[in-house]
């Protein structure tokens, strides 16, 4: 079955760590994105890539690095300059020329200890 | 930049009709999308305005003004299961970069 596949689900990390956030996709898709959702809030926009070894940063990339080596993959390092990492973070891809629906895996809730 | 503002939240009792409104600010616009969350869970994809009108889809529509950059999601014959959050969201016609609105929390009570 096609879909967009986050891991882990769940997430501790260290003040100071640097972790990394895995999202694989299946659909053959060229777009995918990052999005941060605090608690009863909206979808902030982190990093997108249209294509392979390419990426912008969204509104909130501060603190944040990506890479897209591969169609398939774009994962999301939380680096230790981010202050407040306690977040859910959701990936999502889309059809780059038909930009009409975009799926999302299932999020990492990461939290600091 | 982009902007989406929608209210925070609704309540509405269950079977009847509740419209969640949605204004934007883009940079280039190419169409506006509807997703819902439940709590906890991944945001899905509900439907997709390109042109001014109304689209319906089973018990959900989805309208749009691009004159107006405004849009509505229509939901009728409200059941309990549609207590959720729903997100419009942009993409900019520059890229694929997809921004969403902060979210209507919907309440739908016996």
């Known amino acids: 079955d096609g879909g967009i596949t986050q891991s882990p689900k769940y997430l501790f990390r260290k003040e100071g760590q640097n972790v990394t956030l895995s999202c694989e996709q299946n659909?053959?898709?060229?777009?995918m994105y990052w999005y941060r959702q605090d608690p009863g809030q909206g979808l902030r926009l982190i990093y997108y890539?249209?294509?392979?070894?390419?990426?912008q940063k969204g509104d909130i990339a501060e603190g944040y690095s990506v890479s897209r080596e591969k169609k398939e993959s774009f994962p999301l390092t939380v680096t230790s300059a981010q202050k407040n990492p306690t977040a859910f973070y959701l990936c999502?891809?889309?059809?780059?020329?038909?930009?009409?629906?975009?799926?999302f895996g299932q999020g990492t809730r990461l939290t600091v200890v | 930049g982009q902007s989406l503002e929608q209210p925070s939240e609704v309540t509405a009792v269950e079977g009847a009709i509740v419209q969640i409104n949605c204004t934007y600010q883009?940079?280039?616009?190419?169409?506006l999308s509807w997703y819902q969350q439940h709590d906890g869970g991944a945001p899905t994809f509900l439907s997709y305005?390109?042109?001014?009108g109304l689209e319906e889809t089973g018990r959900f529509s989805s309208f749009l003004s691009r004159s107006d950059s405004y849009g509505y999601l229509l939901l009728q014959e409200l059941q309990m299961k549609d207590s959720a959050s729903y997100f419009c969201?942009?993409?900019?016609?520059?890229?694929?970069?997809?921004?969403f609105g902060g979210g209507t929390r919907l309440m739908v009570k016996p």
């Open positions: 890539s249209q294509i392979v070894n390419d990426f």
């Open positions: 969201a942009v993409f900019n016609n520059a890229g694929n970069m997809l921004t």
């Open positions: 999502a891809s889309s059809l780059r020329h038909l930009n009409t629906e975009a799926f």
């Open positions: 305005n390109a042109l001014d």
């Open positions: 883009t940079s280039g616009f190419y169409g």
């Open positions: 659909l053959n898709h060229d777009a």
